[in-house]
Nanobody, 125 residues
Framework: QVQLVESGGGLVQPGDSLRLSCAAS????????MGWFRQAPGKEREFVSY????????DYAEPVKGRFAISREKSKNTVYLQMLRLEPEDTAVYYC??????????????????WGQGTQVTVAP
């Protein structure tokens, strides 16, 4: 069974950068799209970004546009989330997800059927 494993989280200061990685354990791996979501304490899991696997089309949630960049490396079965100019409001557990079956829904958790375990990102002075 395919597993998604995230890494790269940590504690950083406002204005710092982090790069999250999400690697799929199986080969070959060809999802329709992959996404990043985040969940802050007491809040619902929310969409951050997605990328389509074949054409690398992307989109971002408004709060992260211009600061975050998603990419994928097919040869490594890996998707990345480069996060720049981090803010305290970015503090959350970040989850990567894959749509291994087509749903057409890139923006909600229901559009994805495979999830990683999450990685904590904390932005604090």
């Amino acid at each position: 069974q395919v597993q998604l494993v995230e890494s790269g989280g940590g504690l950083v200061q406002p204005g710092d950068s982090l790069r999250l990685s999400c690697a799929a354990s199986a080969w070959p791996f060809s999802p329709y799209n992959m996404g990043w979501f985040r969940q802050a304490p007491g809040k619902e899991r929310e969409f951050v970004s997605y990328i389509t696997w074949r054409l690398a089309s992307t989109d971002y949630a408004e709060p992260v546009k211009g600061r975050f960049a998603i990419s994928r490396e097919k040869s490594k079965n890996t998707v990345y989330l480069q996060m720049l100019r981090l803010e305290p409001e970015d503090t959350a557990v970040y989850y990567c997800a894959a749509a291994t079956r087509y749903s057409g829904d890139f923006y909600s958790t229901g559009g994805y059927d495979l999830w990683g375990q999450g990685t904590q990102v904390t932005v604090a002075p």
